[in-house]
């Protein structure tokens, strides 16, 4: 089976880094994924890491280690738009279902 | 290339009533994937489908819910004599076949029980 922590809410103000922290214990695993979900929308994909290292993307990072069952998720230069819940996924090693944590409500403040 | 379609976006039903949710995956699209989020919580893993077949169902309740995906039309998931706790929203995801990367997801749809 899969499990699978991050905190349940941060806050951050407008304009700074902020570090989003997934551990996992997993049976197998086959990626971790990143997605962003506002309120009562769609969940859309972030980040993507399957091998331990840091993968950037504009404001957004991710990073993974695998012995560690360790990712972070890190945006810089906060908007007040990236208020949103950040939720971690952990792919099996089928490459099937994705498992996903509780999700982190990040609230940007001005 | 329109996205995950998911409908209808809200459905209210009364307790004992059926519910059926639609999902049509992203053109070329043959692995659909359906979770279900209760508020303030993440995705739980319901059904993994592709076409014409169950692949793992390992998350779906053992009463009452059932998924389908013919080989033609969208995939369905039904709820049958819906209870209050079968309130959430229902999110439907596709993948293209041995895909590695992500999974894109549909607008979802939120199921009231009233």
């Known amino acids: 089976g899969q499990n699978i922590d991050q905190p349940t809410e941060m806050t951050a103000t407008e304009g700074a880094i902020v570090q989003i922290n997934c551990t996992y214990q997993?049976?197998?695993?086959?990626?971790l994924f990143w997605y962003q979900q506002h309120a009562g929308e769609a969940p859309t994909f972030l980040s993507y890491?399957?091998?331990?290292g840091l993968e950037e993307k504009g404001r957004f990072s991710s990073f993974l280690s695998r012995s560690k069952g360790y990712s972070y998720l890190l945006l810089k230069e906060l908007q007040m738009k990236d208020s949103a819940s950040y939720l971690c996924?952990?792919?099996?090693?089928?490459?099937?279902?994705?498992?996903f944590g509780g999700g982190t409500r990040l609230m940007v403040k001005p | 290339n329109a996205g995950v379609m998911q409908n209808p976006r809200h459905l209210v039903r009364r307790r004992g009533q059926e519910a059926r949710l639609r999902c049509s995956p992203m053109?070329?699209?043959?692995?659909v994937y359906w979770y279900r989020q209760l508020p303030e919580e993440g995705l739980k893993f319901m059904v993994y489908?592709?076409?014409?077949?169950?692949?793992?169902e390992s998350g779906m309740p053992k009463e009452r819910f059932s998924a389908e995906f013919p080989k033609e039309g969208p995939s369905i998931l039904r709820i049958q004599q819906v209870v209050r706790g079968d309130s959430a929203a229902y999110f439907c995801?596709?993948?293209?076949?041995?895909?590695?990367?992500?999974?894109?997801f549909g607008q979802g749809t939120r199921l009231t029980v009233v």
């Open positions: 995801a596709s993948s293209p076949p041995r895909s590695t990367t992500e999974a894109f």
């Open positions: 997993t049976s197998g695993f086959n990626g």
């Open positions: 890491n399957v091998l331990d």
């Open positions: 996924a952990v792919r099996d090693r089928a490459g099937n279902m994705l498992t």
């Open positions: 053109k070329g699209h043959s692995h």
């Open positions: 489908l592709q076409k014409e077949n169950i692949i793992d």
